[in-house]
């Protein structure tokens, strides 16, 4: 079971920007596909991002050309540069990793992303 934990999140003004930083406790190199999850205030958890694990990615059409979705296979982190954000894009942010061949991933713990003015 890998171990994820997001970090970067915090409160933005509309307009602003966030990097999203999501560790991995395990060498995702080539064997995770990996992504970015959001749920807001009300509603159910949706699909922000994906990088599989050859490098291909992956947008919500809400997010496309705002979000941009990374991974370093070195590092084992994953992240979420979010500019031009919109108070829509207030929730909490999910990191999720599956093994390539694998149903079922894990998940983060969530880091909170608030855009107000």
């Known amino acids: 079971q890998v171990q994820l934990v997001e970090s970067g999140g915090g409160l933005v003004q509309p307009g602003g920007s966030l990097r999203l930083s999501c560790a991995a406790s395990v060498n995702i190199g080539r064997v995770y596909n990996m992504g970015w999850y959001r749920q807001g205030p009300g509603k159910q958890r949706e699909l922000v991002a994906t990088v599989t694990s050859g490098g291909s990615t992956n947008y919500a059409d809400s997010v496309k050309g705002r979000f941009t979705i990374s991974r370093d296979n070195a590092k084992n982190t994953v992240y979420l540069q979010m500019n031009s954000l919109k108070p829509e894009d207030t929730a909490v942010y999910y990191c999720?990793?599956?093994?390539?061949?694998?149903?079922?991933?894990?998940w983060g713990q969530g880091t909170q992303v608030t855009v107000s003015s």
């Open positions: 999720h990793a599956r093994r390539v061949g694998y149903v079922s991933g894990s």
